[in-house]
């Protein structure tokens, strides 16, 4: 680590809302970053973290934001006071910035080598074959496979692992002495993530940059930074050494947000309750065959893709199994199924013994009660004109509950989801997003079923939020006996909440079996690729101090 | 393809920034709102007090009084047949108001339930979409006028022509919203529910089709105003036996070099009104959809 | 992409056989003997009779229609009532004006409505962008033919500057067209340029809001190269839609602009033949223009793969 002048100052910013009644945004933040130094800003959302990295770079939306006062000095020049010439070429040439989603953050309608060859164009005067050299140069420092044929390539051409390496390389271009990361890897599967962030790594050490790195993910931040600033609705509470900060914690709300990280160590199983099986899948199957219609002949012809592909497992009373997966592994696609929201095209899917696989929709209705679904979004899955209260009797009044019955039931239910009971006759944008989870859970609840599938129920919420839904979904299933299946891609989550895990990759099983086998000893390559590829695995966060090595949770008990 | 559908269900909480940005949309002045308010209230008045605001038979033939220039009689002047031109363009906004209302109740009344049910039923969507395809290929006042031009040219018949060509624009709109609102959590969640295919298309996919619809409505409103007086202008319109902007228009024509106020006072009102139709549109759209709002104010 | 051509030609063959039918029922299902309604109050019966064999009415409906379409696909559209001429010879003729009038306010229309439409959305919310709007709102609510009649009041009348009313061919040279083209031609687009400076505006505001935009900037970009390379072009097939779309609205107003300006052209034929019932004319014309949408739309949906290279046939 290198300890000349700092590359970035940034000395008691306030940015607030343009406008009548500005409210306050980032309330005097101070921070610097040297040479060759990753600092992580790491908060949960509306921290302001996001907002930091783009005043930063000059880009706070004109006429929305406005830094009121404080700078921020890059290699000596205000960015907040520069003029509009000035500021284009800092950006580019001395600091570059990576955005969250590759998918959105290239043009589509140009192709990549285009892109990267205008930031030459635009702050050098090299020639055309110059310019080419060193984009392709640069493809290769950032390990794209045959860059002649990337360069050519259009983004929607490139997986999103590709065109993640695509920002880099253009952030890189101009070697600039700041790189910005805004949460780079969030919107990447696991295994992508951890490559992702190696080459940042690498790459920050070859050319000794500074790296502003925004994230809302602890592993991430155990994995990347030196230092750490966390950050709580635009405040900056704690700022320090990575070991430090995580290792000992000051402020209270670093505590919290800290114990709120689930551990990957899987937790100590669960007795079984019941011997009764409530679900059972036997290789189930479910093929999507692009061409269809009567013009079939005139179109291309699309290989099917086996979205699911022979799947067989079995949900006892009282037991929770996760499905885990990266995107593309159809654990959702398997969810529809098992809800009969798509109809399967071979295999099995019993409800309580009731086969279910082939009934036709009108006949579906007696089952569907038995099993419910929570979705990932619960700004989308409770509709936004229905109160809590129509949204929760509307079920049990479809098999034919009395209104002031179900109703009755409805405040029984927001009580056990930790609402108050005045909630029922509110409307769904009056909570906020754990709390309209919980509704969620409640209405599923309110039809009394015996399998609740959960398809990625806690990925939209904060850490803190997901940890108490957690904690509620389990003392639910400890009241009332319910099956779950739970779809999850965050490793941790399921470590914490599944007695069996369910592996897939393209629509096979993996692997299969008790939590603290599959999590702790994995036995096929690929679950332990993705073990290896969780981010944050070598630190405990509930001790506050690094793993030992090859901890052995069969041993742990 | 872009997905460029308006979001009026979603209320998407994006995160950090982009939702800051949502709530800080700027609002349309409300002056011009207010403005367009007064005009269409004044206009809506003169059409339903007309007997009392005119001051000579609309349709009293007086060759005597022919093109007479505006003075303390003839108020705006006469028209050819010597007929007050300001009591006929009193009792013209009768007809284009009736016309405007009628055409965008009625349309909406017909293209919602076909909407709602194109957008549901695959099948029923296929032959229903066709039909409303070949409807729009036709130009509007082309079909218009060859539907009044078969039939007696009453205010129904100009109505229905006016309307035929309007609902397919309805049906494709409930349509593309039942389409981007069936894919909502909330309707998966409502199917497992149990929730009976009648009850899943008024309760959760038509509710939010009307913030669209009542913006497309006052839209439909004004350019059936504006079609309604071309056919009247080309003179395939109500008979000239009832005055309209449209006809007081058309009658003008032939003198429009030596008298242009035929035209002025007619065209002045029609565009107003159509103006102000149009604005409250706008800022109905405001209203309802805030993100939109930021589109297109 | 030679697939996707061969596939949508074929599902535009529904839609005409729609419009045709459509076009045919009109007649047959208004009320009131269709011969009558062709003939007028003044008719003999001899000449009812006549009309009625020259229809082919006497024959079942669904007869007559396959008959009637049988001679429209080998290009027989009718002949006049009036002057007893083809249909086709009379299209033919009346072809020239319509087609200047179309094709000069179409060039009027994409010289100011985009980039008018590109400053508004750059400047969103400020000065310019509010009076675009304000002239959009106002251009496409006031009546066609009011526009027109103000033009004439103030360019041919007031000032002089220019010819009231009247067409000449482009071969009777520059001069006398385009004097008597410009008014017609700003007439029309008025409406046209509204809609489509709202909608580049609104695709602009959209695009503007993209990540990429935001990439775009970070890498130093000027603001002209932002929005012209970068958001113009990812803005440009729901522009492209509605130039299609559009295209009725077009027809609709060569109808009025024709009859304002004394044009002779295809707007003022259809007027003609609506209010003598030439109905063989009225058929013809509605077929050709719902076929002039239908291929109009079809190229611009093929355009879209030269704007978009994610969209693949």
């Not at chain 1, 929305?64 to 520069?82: F, H, K, M, N, Y």
């Not at chain 1, 989870?437 to 009394?448: G, H, P």
């Not at chain 2, 105003?225 to 080309?234: G, H, N, R």
């Amino acid at each position: 680590m290198m300890t000349d002048a700092p590359i970035l100052e940034v000395e008691e910013l306030v940015v607030e809302t343009s406008g009548r009644k500005p409210s306050r945004i980032l309330d005097a933040i101070s921070f610097t970053i040297n040479a060759g130094e990753t600092l992580c800003l790491v908060g949960e959302s509306g921290s302001g973290k996001s907002v930091t990295s783009l005043a930063t770079m000059g880009l706070l939306p004109p006429g929305a934001l406005v830094a009121q006062s404080g700078c921020i000095r890059l290699a000596g020049e205000d960015v907040l006071t520069a003029t509009p010439a000035k500021l284009l070429s800092l950006r580019g040439r001395h600091m570059a910035m990576i955005f969250q989603e590759p998918m959105t953050a290239l043009n589509p309608v140009l192709s990549v080598g285009r892109q990267l060859d205008e930031v030459l164009c635009q702050h050098t005067s090299q020639t055309g074959p110059q310019r080419r050299a060193r984009v392709l140069e640069v493809f290769e420092q950032v390990h794209l496979p045959d860059v002649e044929r990337i360069y050519a390539s259009y983004p929607h051409q490139l997986s999103g692992g590709q065109r993640q390496r695509i920002m880099i390389a253009m952030a890189l271009l101009l070697k600039p002495q700041l790189l910005i990361a805004d949460e780079p890897t969030t919107a990447l599967d696991v295994t992508t993530q951890h490559q992702i962030l190696a080459l940042i790594k690498q790459l920050q050490r070859e050319h000794g940059t500074a790296v502003l790195f925004i994230t809302h993910d602890m592993g991430v931040v155990v994995d990347i930074a030196d230092r750490v600033c966390v950050m709580h609705h635009g405040q900056l509470v704690e700022s320090g050494p990575v070991d430090q900060v995580l290792g000992s914690p000051q402020e209270a709300y670093t505590q919290r947000l800290l114990a709120a990280v689930p551990s990957l160590l899987p937790r100590p199983p669960r007795e079984a309750t019941s011997n009764k099986t409530v679900l059972e899948v036997q290789s189930l199957e479910k093929v999507f065959n692009a061409n269809q219609g009567v013009l079939r002949w005139l179109r291309k012809p699309v290989t099917p893709t086996r979205a699911v592909d022979d799947v067989s497992f079995v949900l006892k009373r009282g037991r929770t199994l996760g499905v885990v997966g990266e995107s593309g592994s159809g654990k959702s696609t398997l969810a529809r199924c098992v809800m009969r929201l798509i109809t399967p095209t071979g295999g099995n899917i019993r409800v309580s013994g009731k086969q279910i696989t082939e009934l036709p929709k009108s006949m579906l209705k007696p089952h569907r009660k038995r099993i419910q679904m929570i979705f990932q979004d619960p700004n989308r899955s409770l509709n936004p004109r229905m109160t809590v209260g129509q949204s929760l009797i509307e079920g049990p009044t479809n098999y034919g509950t009395s209104r002031r019955e179900a109703l009755a039931r409805g405040r029984e239910l927001l009580e056990l989801v930790g609402l108050p009971v005045d909630a029922i006759d509110r409307y769904p944008h009056q909570f906020s997003g754990g709390q309209r989870q919980r509704i969620a859970i409640a209405r599923a609840l309110a039809m009394e079923p015996e399998v609740i599938v959960a398809d990625e129920a806690v990925s939209a919420l904060d850490v803190s939020v997901q940890a108490q839904v957690l904690t509620l979904l389990h003392e639910i299933q400890l009241r009332l006996g319910i099956a779950v299946l739970f779809i999850t891609h965050d490793l941790r989550v399921a470590a914490q909440i599944c007695d069996d895990v369910l592996v897939m990759q393209r629509g096979r099983l993996i692997e299969y079996g008790p939590a603290a086998q599959v999590l702790g000893q994995p036995e096929a390559e690929y679950t332990r690729q993705l073990m290896e590829a969780a981010p944050g695995r070598g630190w405990d966060f509930a001790a506050g101090a690094p793993v030992k090595p090859r901890f052995s949770p069969v041993e742990a008990h | 393809m872009h997905a460029s559908h308006s979001h009026l269900t979603l209320a998407p909480e994006g995160r950090g920034v982009s939702r800051l940005l949502s709530r800080l949309s700027q609002t349309r002045p409300r002056g011009v709102t207010l403005a367009a308010g007064v005009v269409l209230t004044l206009i809506i008045s003169v059409a339903l007090f007309a007997p009392w605001l005119a001051n000579h038979d609309p349709l009293a033939l007086s060759p005597a009084d022919r093109l007479k220039p505006m003075g303390s009689e003839f108020w705006l002047g006469t028209d050819p047949y010597g007929r007050d031109l300001y009591s006929r363009i009193v009792y013209g906004a009768r007809v284009s108001l009736t016309v405007g209302l009628g055409v965008a109740v009625t349309s909406v009344a017909i293209g919602l339930p076909l909407g709602l049910l194109a957008g549901y039923f695959r099948t029923l969507d296929a032959v229903l979409m066709r039909i409303m395809d070949g409807l729009m290929a036709i130009p509007g006042i082309l079909l218009a006028i060859a539907i009044v031009s078969l039939t007696s040219a009453s205010l129904w018949t100009v109505m229905i022509a006016i309307m035929v060509p309007e609902i397919p624009q309805v049906v494709r709109l409930v349509r593309s919203r039942v389409l981007a609102t069936r894919e909502e959590a909330f309707v998966e969640a409502a199917i497992l529910m149990g929730t009976s295919t009648p009850r899943l298309l008024w309760r959760h996919l038509m509710p939010s089709t009307l913030a669209p619809l009542i913006v497309q409505g006052t839209y439909i409103c004004a350019s059936a105003i504006l079609t309604e007086a071309i056919l009247s202008f080309l003179g395939a319109g109500i008979g000239t036996e009832t005055p309209s902007w449209g006809n007081i228009m058309s009658e003008g024509r032939v003198y429009f070099q030596l008298k242009p106020s035929l035209i002025f006072w007619a065209g002045l009102l029609l565009s107003a009104c159509i103006l102000s139709i149009n604005l409250l549109g706008d800022s109905a759209r405001d209203a309802l959809d805030p993100k939109m709002k930021r589109r297109m104010s | 992409m030679f697939a996707y051509f061969i596939r949508r030609i074929l599902a535009s063959i529904p839609v005409m056989l729609v419009v045709a039918l459509f076009v045919f029922l009109l007649l047959r299902l208004s009320p009131g003997d269709p011969a009558a309604i062709i003939a007028g109050d003044m008719a003999s019966p001899t000449q009812l009779a006549n009309i009625r064999a020259a229809l082919g009415l006497d024959q079942p409906l669904h007869i007559q229609f396959f008959v009637w379409l049988g001679e429209l696909v080998r290009g027989n559209f009718g002949t006049s009532l009036i002057s007893q001429t083809p249909v086709l010879t009379m299209i033919g003729q009346r072809l020239e004006p319509t087609g200047s009038l179309a094709v000069v306010a179409m060039l009027f229309t994409v010289i100011i409505a985009i980039p008018l439409g590109v400053i508004a959305a750059w400047c969103h919310g400020r000065f310019l962008d509010k009076l675009v709007m304000s002239a959009s709102v106002v251009g496409f609510s006031v009546p066609v033919f009011v526009i027109g009649y103000l033009l004439i009041q103030l360019f041919a009348l007031e000032l002089g500057w220019l010819p009231v009313q009247g067409f000449r061919s482009l071969s009777e040279g520059i001069a006398p067209f385009a004097s008597r083209i410009v008014l017609p031609a700003l007439t029309l687009s008025s409406i046209y340029i509204a809609l489509i400076a709202r909608m580049t505006r609104a695709s602009m505001l959209e695009v503007l809001d993209e990540d990429y935009i935001r990439t775009a900037r970070a890498k130093g970009l000027p603001e002209r190269a932002v929005l012209f390379r970068h958001a113009l072009r990812n803005a440009a097939v729901p522009i492209l839609t509605v130039i299609g779309t559009g295209f009725a609205l077009m027809i609709s107003g060569v109808v009025v602009t024709e009859s304002v300006f004394n044009i002779p052209g295809l707007g003022r034929l259809i007027v003609d033949a609506v209010l003598a019932r030439d109905y063989p004319v009225i058929q013809a014309l509605i077929l050709l223009t719902a076929g002039l949408y239908v291929i109009i739309n079809l190229l611009i949906d093929l355009s879209y793969a030269i704007t978009d290279p994610r969209i693949r046939y």
